[in-house]
């Protein structure tokens, strides 16, 4: 017979849950996974172990950032658990460190590559945490920090597989050459600069969150969350799959020859003399741009409510706000690289935030 968890055991949890952030958990593994889509790739054991290292440094920064400002929090933020005594800050970072050790651990498992830009990562989240928070460098220090984790889900994707036992023969012209693996992370570069882009806007704002009294910050990163959702709203044609090109057609006939569901199979049909387009809806608005419209729906109007009172609480709503629409932002990635699938999955992240937002706050 099991018993019951006691107070002091419940109060143990949740002080941990308040130092980890456990409610912005869930805006974590759709770095990787629109990293996977925005590289051309699927998602595989490489990007579980991209997850998984993930979501380890990510609550290693979380920690290390409370140590670092246990001093400062005592005075202005006496009830987080370093300055109220539930938690001493040599365990915190204590969970750090062995937090990022097995981040990197996780990201060896996907290869060289991923294990590379892990350790970028991870230096640049303490760096942050140990000395650019407050410094101008700040936001942007961040913003390489998400940018990171997006392409380590690309890099770790996209890691090339054994070679076989016999070697093929390497083909001599550059358009049949296919695309190396590693090669393809770089695809990811434009969607890393977007997530970066939105989290440079967070990080700006959530500097006054505490005492509040900017209306231009909350302005700024309104206009940066347009940019972004109007970048994501133009649609653009998935790349091409690496691989020899289609054959060209016979140069005496002004479209390829017809194929077996032709005409010529059927003598009752007749023939256009143009080639089959498929079905298109121009009008319509596809996935991308609605997702789009919900990342810029979830932080706008808390942002304008922001500059219009710039109080500290609304201040602190419009930072939790940014960082909920951070899975949005993901899964709009996700339909502009044309894996609809991921970009669904990741939609499911949505009610999970925010249930456990109402629990813990994610700032």
């Known amino acids: 017979m099991t018993r019951p968890p006691t107070v002091a055991t419940t109060g143990r949890w949740r002080a941990w849950a308040e130092l980890l952030r456990v409610s912005a958990l869930a805006s974590v593994p759709g770095d990787a996974l629109a990293g996977a889509a925005a590289a051309g790739a699927r998602p595989g054991r490489g990007t579980l172990w991209a997850i998984g290292a993930s979501l380890c440094l990510y609550e290693a920064g979380m920690a290390l950032n409370d140590w670092a400002d246990r001093e400062e929090d005592a005075a202005e933020r006496p009830h987080r658990p370093l300055p109220s005594g539930r938690i001493t800050p040599a365990a915190a970072l204590a969970a750090s460190a062995a937090l990022t050790a097995t981040g990197l651990g996780l990201a060896s498992r996907a290869g060289r590559p991923a294990l590379t830009v892990a350790t970028a990562l991870a230096t640049t989240v303490w760096a942050y945490d140990l000395g650019l928070k407050h410094t101008p460098a700040g936001p942007a220090t961040m913003a390489t920090a998400r940018a990171l984790d997006l392409l380590l889900g690309a890099t770790a994707t996209t890691h090339p597989q054994p070679r076989p036992t016999h070697p093929q023969p390497r083909p001599t012209h550059p ?148 960082i909920r629409a951070t899975i949005p932002l993901q899964a709009a990635l996700a339909a502009r690289a044309g894996a609809t699938g991921t970009a669904l999955g990741l939609l499911g992240l949505v009610p999970l935030a925010r249930a456990l937002a109402r629990k813990v706050s994610p700032t």
Do not use: I
């Open 175 to 322: 358009q049949h050459r296919p695309t190396h693996p590693q090669h393809r992370a770089f695809r990811a570069l434009p969607a890393a600069a977007l997530l970066g882009a939105h989290t440079y806007a967070v990080t700006a704002v959530s500097r006054h969150e505490t005492h509040g009294g900017s209306t231009r910050t909350p302005l700024a990163a309104l206009a940066v969350t347009l940019t972004v959702a109007g970048t994501l709203s133009t649609r653009t044609p998935p790349s091409p799959p690496p691989g020899p090109p289609a054959p060209r057609p016979h140069p005496a006939l002004p479209f390829p020859n017809p194929g077996p569901h032709s005409a010529r199979s059927h003598p009752g049909r007749p023939h256009s003399g143009r080639p089959h387009l498929s079905r298109s809806h121009p009008g319509r608005p596809h996935l991308g741009s609605l997702l789009a419209l919900a990342y810029a729906r979830t932080p706008a109007t808390l942002l304008l409510h922001a500059a219009l009172n710039p109080s500290a609480a609304l201040t602190e709503r419009a930072v939790g706000g940014g």
